[in-house]
């Protein structure tokens, strides 16, 4: 099974402030990297998949990078309802696997 | 609109079988996959399985020997039984849609609320 590593594991940011997440998959998963956020009392919700192609209606200043084994998901701009916890999943091969998550605070 | 929604029990004594139901609509069961993930607290989602469109399904190896994921198209249901439940089963049940790509593995673009399943006797 592909692992996948998620770093940091929390995160703190301020409103206004850029923030980067990383995700690093133990074999190669070419770009098939997908981006999920997660927020008390609403359903995950898929920001990114294919490594960089939003989501419908996910806002433009969340991208995604990388291709191979390493990834990254940036928020410009941080708004308020951006403090969630964000998960990496690759979908390139079975079985699908996450990684365990990053906790984007208020600092 | 796309809704999926867990029903289930709570709680499940340990080495019993856990049955929970998703029931979907805003979109139709032989049109997308839906698949079953699950998350025990503090701890990533894990993919359990999956009900493609047509029918077939796919599980994941970890589970294959006690899982079994079916559907009722008339009733927009999917359903998952999982056997002899051990405490480490303990989590977050998710019925998700599975977004249409052109790759045999995809992401998921819409989930359920989740059903809180505890194994404990």
């Known amino acids: 099974d592909v692992q996948m590593t998620q770093s940091p594991s929390y995160l703190a940011a301020s409103p206004g402030e850029s923030v980067s997440i990383s995700c690093k998959a133990s074999?190669?998963?070419?770009?098939?990297l997908a981006w999920y956020q997660e927020k008390p009392g609403k359903t995950n919700k898929l920001l990114i998949y294919?490594?960089?192609t939003l989501q419908s209606g996910t806002p433009s200043r969340f991208s995604g990078s990388g291709s191979g084994t390493d990834f990254t998901l940036t928020i410009r701009s941080l708004e308020p309802e951006d403090f969630a916890v964000y998960y990496c999943q690759q979908h390139n091969e079975y079985p699908l696997t996450f990684g365990s998550g990053t906790k984007l605070e208020i600092k | 609109q796309v809704q999926l929604k867990e029903s289930g029990p709570g709680l499940v004594q340990p080495s019993e079988t856990l049955s929970l139901t998703c029931t979907v609509s805003?979109?139709?069961?032989?049109?997308?996959?839906v698949s079953w993930v699950r998350q025990p607290s503090g701890k990533g989602p894990e993919w359990m399985g999956r009900m493609w469109y047509d029918g077939d399904t796919a599980y994941n190896s970890a589970l294959k020997s006690r899982l079994s994921i079916s559907r009722d198209t008339s009733k927009n249901q999917v359903f998952l039984k999982m056997n002899s439940l051990q405490t480490d089963d303990t989590g977050t049940y998710y019925c998700?849609?599975?977004?249409?790509?052109?790759?045999?593995?995809?992401?998921?673009?819409?989930w359920g609320q989740g059903v809180m399943v505890t194994v404990s006797s």
């Open positions: 294919s490594g960089s």
């Open positions: 805003g979109f139709s069961l032989t049109s997308y996959s």
């Open positions: 074999k190669s998963i070419n770009t098939y």
């Open positions: 998700t849609r599975d977004r249409p790509l052109t790759t045999v593995a995809t992401p998921f673009d819409y």
